[in-house]
T-cell receptor, first 115, second 115 residues
Framework: DSGVTQTPKHLITATGQRVTLRCSPRSGDLSVYWYQQSLDQGLQFLIQYYNGEERAKGNILERFSAQQFPDLHSELNLSSLELGDSALYFC??????????????FGEGSRLTVL | AQSVAQPEDQVNVAEGNPLTVKCTYSVSGNPYLFWYVQYPNRGLQFLLKYITGDNLVKGSYGFEAEFNKSQTSFHLKKPSALVSDSALYFCAVRDMGSGTYKYIFGTGTRLKVLA
């Protein structure tokens, strides 16, 4: 158990809909990362938050947005869903300081299926 | 831009034989390098990391990795493969010289250990 919690584990929805994925980082971790893993694809970095503020942005679509709340949990919002958004979405956390040399701790992922 | 390459989509090895999973990187500053393993329908699990010091790094489950600065490589190795090692392996780099401190993942290598 990595200590990172993601909900829901599975989600099935229709095209055009909007969903919210939730992530609770490990206790004490200030930084949260979101990644997308499509079928037979590697991990695509979406976005990173540190202590409530956006720190880095990757290949995140304009239809997607995220935030990190004061209690450090994070939400990834996916809107106007398309079939191609079907993927496994991972959240990871780390201590997050600039000098941090540590690894990321991953949640079990949220599997999104868009029909 | 920083990047990580895993040149092999799949590696097959017989149980008991040594295994190598290859990774090369490109960063602007000093690389912090990581290996993760992903079992089916699970999140990524940390195996080992190179930050500084000895070029041979030992990690979990008997895995080790060799950092080679001149060849910009960080290959994952194990002296004797087990069937239970069959999984998807990801190499990752954190570019400490770019100012973004993002973790960039390779496309993954599927390891299949044959009994």
């Amino acid at each position: 158990d990595s200590g990172v919690t993601q909900t829901p584990k599975h989600l099935i929805t229709a095209t055009g809909q909007r969903v919210t994925l939730r992530c609770s980082p490990r206790s004490g971790d200030l930084s949260v990362y979101w990644y997308q893993q499509s079928l037979d694809q590697g991990l695509q970095f979406l976005i990173q938050y540190y202590n409530g503020e956006e720190r880095a942005k990757g290949n995140i679509l304009e239809r997607f947005s995220a935030q990190q709340f004061p209690d450090l949990h994070s939400e990834l919002n996916l809107s106007s869903l398309e079939l191609g958004d079907s993927a496994l979405y991972f959240c990871a956390s780390s201590v997050g300081t600039i000098s941090n040399t540590g690894e990321l701790f991953f949640g079990e992922g949220s599997r999104l299926t868009v029909l | 831009a920083q990047s990580v390459a895993q040149p092999e989509d799949q590696v097959n090895v017989a149980e008991g034989n040594p295994l190598t999973v290859k990774c090369t990187y490109s960063v602007s500053g000093n690389p912090y390098l990581f290996w993760y393993v992903q079992y089916p329908n699970r999140g990524l699990q940390f195996l080992l990391k190179y930050i500084t010091g000895d070029n041979l790094v030992k990690g979990s489950y008997g895995f080790e990795a060799e950092f080679n600065k001149s060849q910009t490589s960080f290959h994952l190795k194990k002296p004797s493969a087990l069937v239970s090692d069959s999984a998807l392996y990801f190499c990752a780099v954190r570019d400490m010289g770019s100012g973004t401190y993002k973790y960039i993942f390779g496309t993954g290598t599927r390891l299949k250990v044959l009994a």
